[in-house]
């Protein structure tokens, strides 16, 4: 018989009943450490009070609306966005899949508005996530997400991760835009070199067509930047943005230059609930944050230090684990071992991680773990290699 709620999730036996910072505390009392924070989700860990504060005052106020008027909190998140970024404009979504299904709308209507209906094609490439929409499954192209859903939508070019020579032979007079992840998540935290985004943005410039990045996982700070593309000195024409843009609370966005967003009028788009007064009040808090120098500086010190303890666990435990890679507080550790097994492991050792491809556990901490924090994890993750290895 099938389950009340939909079987479509391998859960682990965990039951989360509340949410310290850095802290996940589990029905029995057990306190984890959480280095998944809901998947890149919780930027500023669980219950911070500035978030709460914002939750709770906007809720005591007014919750919704509807986009047929104008809401003051969507302006100011607006605004906060287009004054920290590249962009022009905003549409508010409520997640990263509607901020794709947005992102390859607007590229493709951006061409027929110049009179080139033809030009849809939009280059993607192996590796890559961009949510589980019929878009996004057709843009990533891997058989896991696609088998069984077709027909795909068309359109989606989908090539070899980190071909440069692929990519440009690929470009015709079909093509729309190239759409990139500046650090795949899913993928098993796999940084594309800063060369390669300015490559890829010459390209575009070159042939005169659009440049997405998907910032869903990889942006609001995670990177120790507001967004990982700034580390490569280049921008996109449009950029899809969630997780931690609302520190929990569901929210997306997709920001474009005026150019890009040219064709994206009145009745093109919509959502019922995207940039709603709830969300958007969370957004602003998490923004004043997160955007702040100084908190990014420290999301960088914190990186160091959790790199330096990574690569000591690495080094302590060869049949276990492989290598890390990534960006500020986006890093993956490629296993030896399942890497299923050792995210279990952590489990036993009161450490959350998350499993990706490429044999990869994904640590997306808080950005604001503290030092001892940090230690405690990694100690953890030595428990867990340890009971691995024995």
């Not at 110049?114 to 890559?128: A, C, L, M, N, R």
């Not at 490569?232 to 609302?246: Q, R």
């Amino acid at each position: 018989m099938i389950t009340s709620v939909l079987p479509t999730y391998n859960r682990a036996p965990l039951t989360f009943v509340k949410g310290e910072g850095a802290w996940l505390i589990e029905a029995d009392g057990r306190r984890f450490l959480d280095l998944g924070a809901g998947i890149a989700v919780n930027a500023l860990g669980h219950a911070h009070p500035a978030l709460t504060e914002a939750l709770t005052t906007q809720a005591n106020a007014l919750w919704h609306t509807s986009n047929l008027y104008h809401i003051p909190q969507q302006q100011a998140l607006a605004d906060k966005l287009v004054d920290a970024t590249f962009a022009d404009t905003v549409f508010f979504t409520n997640s990263g899949t509607e901020a794709c299904e947005l992102a390859v709308k607007m590229a493709r209507k951006f061409w027929f508005d110049k009179g080139e209906p033809d030009k849809v094609d939009i280059i993607t490439f192996t590796g890559s996530f961009h949510g589980r929409s019929s878009a996004g499954i057709a843009a990533a192209g891997s058989e896991k997400m696609t088998k069984g859903f077709g027909p795909l939508l068309p359109g989606f070019t989908n090539l070899a991760f980190g071909d440069h020579d692929a990519v440009a032979a690929a470009i015709t007079d079909q093509t729309a835009a190239i759409l990139i992840e500046p650090v795949q998540g899913e993928g098993g935290i796999i940084p594309v070199p800063d060369q390669c985004l300015k490559g890829l943005r010459d390209l575009c410039d070159t042939h005169g067509i659009l440049l997405i990045f998907d910032e869903v996982q990889c942006g609001v700070g995670r990177t120790g930047k507001l967004f990982a593309h700034e580390w490569a000195g280049v921008t996109p024409d449009i950029m899809m943005v969630a997780k931690g843009i609302g520190g929990g609370f569901p929210l997306g966005c997709v920001l474009a230059t005026e150019n890009a967003a040219s064709g994206m009028t009145a009745g093109t788009h919509g959502s019922t609930y995207g940039g709603n007064p709830l969300g958007c009040a969370v957004g602003c808090a998490v923004l004043d944050i997160v955007a702040d120098p100084a908190f990014l500086a420290d999301v960088n010190r914190r990186a160091g230090l959790l790199r330096q303890k990574l690569e000591g666990l690495i080094a302590a435990h060869p049949d276990v684990f492989d290598l890390v890679r990534g960006s500020g507080l986006m890093m993956g550790i490629k296993c030896k071992v399942p890497c299923g097994d050792v995210v279990a492991a952590g489990y036993a050792q009161e450490v959350i991680t998350v499993p990706a491809a490429d044999n990869t556990i994904r640590l997306l901490p808080p950005l604001n773990i503290s030092d001892d924090e940090i230690a405690a994890a990694v100690d953890r993750l030595d428990a867990a290699a340890q009971a691995l290895a024995s």
